[in-house]
């Protein structure tokens, strides 16, 4: 697992996916999520989960930059040694 701070400025992101799960938490403003198709509204303190492989992008209601702090959560795959 791994914290990471991004902002989203853009007013939509480009729709994206990763092989990880995610959990959004938002900081402040508010904004909209849309994932599989489906939007979700945030504001302040709400979060959201991304499923792994899930088609999503984000969306800022404002003129200003909205912070958040992401959650990410891959699988470590290790190899062994025959």
Same mark, same amino acid.
């Given at each position: ?6 902002? #989203?400025?853009?007013? %939509?992101?480009?729709? &994206? =996916? !990763?092989?990880? /799960? ?25 979060? #959201?989960?991304?499923? %792994?492989?899930?088609? &999503? =992008? !984000?969306?800022? /209601? ?21």
């Amino acid at each position: 697992m791994r914290w990471c701070t991004r902002s #989203i400025r853009e007013r %939509a992101t480009t729709i &994206h =996916r !990763h092989s990880w /799960d995610a959990i959004l938490f938002m900081v402040e403003g508010s904004g909209w999520t849309e994932v599989d198709g489906v939007r979700y509204d945030w504001k302040a303190w709400d979060a #959201i989960h991304i499923p %792994a492989w899930s088609w &999503h =992008r !984000h969306g800022n /209601d404002g003129d200003q930059a909205r912070p958040l702090h992401e959650l990410l959560v891959r699988a470590h795959a290790r190899g062994r040694s025959a």
